[in-house]
């Protein structure tokens, strides 16, 4: 019934704020609240969104493995649920956790899989074929197929300008600078770090903005420019002590 899925919309918005505020008891009281909600109702989308979140956290407190196998269990559910939105979240979560535990070949052929589903999604279509591409990048990067990680990352940020993400448009070019540094290429690297620190400025993220202003510090490093690394390093603690 509508009421169901406004009430699954609002615990689903509830947990992303709680886990945000790291409240984890809190989000997973909500989470099994959900999926209560979503057997009584005999719903797949919300039995898919309740575990996704509720793999997501156990992944990022060490246990990865539970979680992969959590995701794995639910995905008939998934695919019965022949839902684009549904289906993308149980993709991308699986191959988040399994990029996790270090398990790239399944990791890459999940992410594939969710941006075939995120292209499909009535809502949100460019956000997830977005953030799916960007877990490619960090796949690749893992994996250290460099030049497939670059060319995602040009990828992503069409889409990251596209619709406006401040934020995503950081982070993608702070990996951009990190794959470069890896590449030996200090130039390229400190072009895309300060990239990153103008993001960061933009949107006010003052890790970002510390994170490329201590990365772009090392590319001077490199060079032997130690007047420019050290003003630069400092200036970071700086922005480190305040996020």
């Known amino acids: 019934s509508s009421s169901y899925e406004v009430q699954r919309e609002y615990l689903h918005t509830l947990i992303?704020?709680?886990?945000?505020?790291?409240?984890?008891?809190a989000a997973n009281a909500t989470i099994a609240k959900m999926l209560e909600l979503a057997k009584k109702q005999h719903d797949d989308i919300g039995l898919v969104m309740g575990t996704a979140k509720s793999s997501y956290l156990m992944s990022r407190t060490?246990?990865?493995?539970?979680?992969?196998?959590?995701?794995?269990?639910?995905?008939?559910?998934?695919?019965?649920s022949k839902d684009p939105s549904a289906l993308w979240r149980f993709y991308f979560s699986l191959a988040d956790a399994q990029l996790t535990a270090t398990q790239f070949e399944a990791a890459q052929a999940n992410v594939l899989k969710s941006m075939d589903f995120a292209k499909t999604r009535p809502r949100q279509a460019k956000a997830s074929l977005m953030r799916s591409l960007n877990l490619l990048n960090n796949v690749y990067s893992a994996m250290k197929d460099i030049d497939k990680a670059l060319g995602v990352i040009d990828e992503a940020l069409v889409l990251a300008k596209d619709i406006g993400a401040t934020n995503m448009q950081g982070t993608l070019y702070l990996n951009r600078g990190s794959i470069n540094s890896l590449k030996g290429n200090p130039e390229q690297a400190a072009e895309a770090y300060q990239q990153s620190l103008q993001m960061g400025r933009a949107s006010g993220m003052v890790g970002l903005q510390a994170t490329s202003l201590n990365n772009l510090s090392d590319t001077y490093l490199i060079r032997k420019d130690y007047v420019k690394a050290e003003a630069l390093a400092r200036n970071a603690m700086v922005k480190f002590k305040e996020a």
Do not use: F, S, Y
């Open 16 to 25: 992303n704020v709680q886990a945000d505020a790291g409240r984890l008891d």
């Open 62 to 80: 060490g246990k990865t493995q539970a979680a992969i196998d959590q995701l794995q269990a639910v995905e008939p559910a998934a695919l019965r």
